[in-house]
């Protein structure tokens, strides 16, 4: 049986088959019973005082009614909620631990287009939930609700300076200002238009904005950090020194330099990777990546004596290997990256900043910092339709993997890894020649189609 849970909350079609009003009312209830069991939950109710929980939303349609049924479920098992409506999912994992509420609620589906939507956790602190906690929600759909009366139900409060509490906490990150810096960004029609740009421009940089106009139905649809084509249109119509893209609920950053070149999150990691090093504040010389980054950035990384961690795919893997060895930057090639030093989780508009604050800093252009790091070729294909079980234990697969290997030496790559979501095999090769990857890919994608058909 399949988890409920997928590597970033619960998510589908808004009013499909999972995300309705009275799923996301039971689930915030389930929710309840078991982000309330902690010390400070128990601490407040000694006090008096009911558990608090932060709601946000991106501005997706069906976000207002998911949302509704969030602050139903919530209040109804004696949770205060503080509603923060439309601001950025980092925004949220902020508030929490600002304030010391017991866990925070998001109502988001990233980047995936506006029909769907979904719902995500933060625990006390402002951290994603492990796997056992949300196995523990899950379970808790079955369980009894809270369901208290009189003075012990929760009170729904609108949050008002939650927006202004996150701006602060952003400008007071940054050591040097962006002055004659010219930044476009692109909002992705989401949950960064009301606050990237305000954010950019109290720093001192010339802003031009696009996908800054969300009406619930246009978020992520053809602008954001999946559709990167617009920004360096605009970046290079204007002249611009750097573009930024976020996706709907701003957990994400990539950028576009002043050619119009697309940075992606693993040259946005070398470039303040290498940077911090030199500053004294990469903790333990050390970066944290996944699998999937390019060759090109351990290579980088080498040869700036950096060392790179690398984890499995999904931020939530970064996240936990930051905290194990309390180390301060890490991330992913989609853009997700963490400062631990300022954030509980991926956060677009604080590595938007440090990004430019970084070409403030230098005076370098971004393009000349970016340079730190080769992009190698890597090519990517999904075999679909197979046994993924059999994936790790096939002594062909393994043997044409390690031959791969051998022909590649040190200027190639190899991974090949299940899907999380689908019965699909993803073979990922990286070359210092793009068709030699090209054909390498296909040519194992041959023998896992072979070996693992149903």
Known sequence: MSRLFG?????????????????????????????????????????????RAVLARDPRISGEFISAAVAAGLASSGIDVLDAGVIPTPAA???VDDIGADFGVVVSASHNPAPDNGIKFFAYGGTKLPDEVEDRIEAALAAPELLPTGGDVGRIRRFSDAEDRYVVHLLGTLDVRLDGLHVVIDCANGAAAGISPRVFADAGAVVTTIGDDPDGLNINDGVGSTHLGPLRAKVLELGADLGIAHDGDADRCL???????????DRIMAILAISMRQRGLLAADTLVATVMSNLGLRLAMAEHGITMLETAVGDRYVLEALAELDLSLGGEQSGHIVFR???????????????????????????????????????????ANVDLTRL??????????AAVTVRLGTTGRVLLRPSGTEPLVRVMVEAADGDAATSIAAELAEVVQRRLAF
């Open 93 to 95: 994992a902020f508030l």
């Open 341 to 383: 030093r300022f954030s509980t989780t991926g956060d677009g508009v604080l590595t938007g900043l440090h990004l430019a604050a970084e070409v403030a800093r230098t005076g370098k252009p971004l393009a000349e910092l970016a340079a730190a790091m080769t992009v190698y070729p890597q090519v990517l294909v999904n075999v």
């Open 392 to 401: 790790s234990s096939d002594p062909e697969i393994a043997a044409a993997v």
């Open 7 to 51: 590597t970033d909350g619960v998510r589908g079609l808004a009013n499909g088959a999972l995300i309705t009003g009275d799923f996301a009312l039971s689930l915030a209830q389930a929710a309840a019973t078991v982000l309330t069991q902690g010390r400070h939950a128990e601490r407040r109710r000694a006090e008096g005082r009911r558990p």
């Open 255 to 265: 950028a576009v330099d002043a050619n119009g070149e697309i940075i992606d999150g």
